[in-house]
């Protein structure tokens, strides 16, 4: 029925439509995990479980509400011909709120929250802007350079990161200094601290151009150099100064014995 009433909208109405689905789909998992928290006391197999906090069904009626509040206002503005003016409405429904929530003294310079959908097109902050404080990416996000707390699902930096980063893929185009903790974690760039998931057990894989630091995955491992300690199923360092702990370790700079199994070293 949504997709049906979408085709016969254009320019703002179609983006508002857009907007009121993201705060309906908000909303029932809200409603969902509402259903979970009332029904808990009254199950006896969570007998004995603690109860959770409410926090996560909190953000997920703010944000339903957020968006709500951006249909709304999005279908007030007067039709345009879709393509660019469609997108600079909805990214000015979002600079008015996020204009009315930050100090005067800081709106042109940092932007303190993201909150993201599906970048770049359905999040807050412009993909070209830093991110001074906390994003939340629930599918995916990206922005130039980030500090601060990175959460979501998909979690890309085009530029440099300084921070800790939450999700299930981590990806940073340039230099990170901090910890990245996911299931897969990648750094393009020069990597100083952690890679780790420890909620996780282990992430299942670890990239990095230079690192310095420590990687520790289940199953792979792999820098141009790393500087540190790798602890995985597989390790590999085009050149190492420190130590590899895994079934198969690979320092391909090593003159003798490049390959060792259970540990490998080099420090020099």
């Known amino acids: 029925m949504w997709a049906g009433e979408r085709r016969a909208l254009g320019g703002s109405s179609k983006t508002a439509a857009d907007l009121r689905l993201?705060?309906?789909?908000?909303?029932?998992?809200?409603?969902?995990?509402?259903?979970?928290a009332l029904g808990q006391p009254f199950l006896r197999a969570l007998e004995g479980?603690?109860?959770?906090?409410?926090?996560?069904?909190?953000?997920?009626?703010v944000?339903?509400?957020?968006?709500?509040?951006?249909?709304?206002?999005?279908s007030r503005k007067p039709r345009s011909s879709g393509g660019a003016g469609s997108k600079a409405a909805?990214?000015?429904?979002?600079?008015?709120?996020?204009?009315?929530l930050l100090p005067g003294s800081s709106r042109a310079q940092e932007n303190p929250i993201q909150i993201a959908l599906i970048g770049p097109t359905m999040q807050l902050v412009d993909d070209d802007e830093d991110v001074k404080g906390i994003r939340?990416?629930?599918?995916?996000?990206?922005?130039?350079?980030?500090?601060?707390?990175?959460?979501?699902l998909i979690n890309h930096t085009r530029g440099?990161?300084?921070?800790v980063e939450f999700g299930v893929v981590n990806v940073t185009d340039g230099d990170?200094?901090?910890?990245?903790?996911?299931?897969?974690?990648?750094?393009q760039g020069q990597?100083?601290?952690?890679q780790w998931a420890p909620w996780m057990v282990l992430s299942l894989a670890n990239f990095a151009e230079a690192a310095e630091g420590a990687q520790i995955a289940w199953a792979f491992n792999r820098a141009d150099y790393m500087r540190g300690f790798q602890l995985s199923l597989v390790n590999v360092a085009e050149d190492m100064y420190g130590v590899q702990v895994g079934l198969i370790n690979i320092i391909r700079s090593k003159p003798d014995l490049s390959i060792l199994p259970i540990v490998n070293w080099k420090f020099e």
Request: a negative charge; proline letters at 2%; one cysteine or more.
């Open 22 to 36: 993201t705060a309906y789909i908000f909303f029932l998992i809200a409603a969902w995990f509402i259903c979970g």
């Open 90 to 100: 909805t990214l000015s429904g979002a600079a008015l709120l996020a204009l009315a």
């Open 63 to 74: 944000l339903g509400w957020l968006f709500l509040f951006l249909s709304h206002y999005q």
């Open 49 to 61: 479980v603690p109860a959770v906090s409410p926090i996560h069904i909190m953000v997920f009626l």
């Open 191 to 194: 990597f100083t601290g952690l």
């Open 160 to 163: 440099d990161m300084t921070g």
């Open 136 to 152: 939340l990416n629930f599918i995916y996000g990206v922005n130039r350079d980030v500090s601060g707390l990175d959460l979501g």
């Open 176 to 187: 990170l200094t901090g910890w990245q903790a996911g299931v897969v974690n990648v750094t």
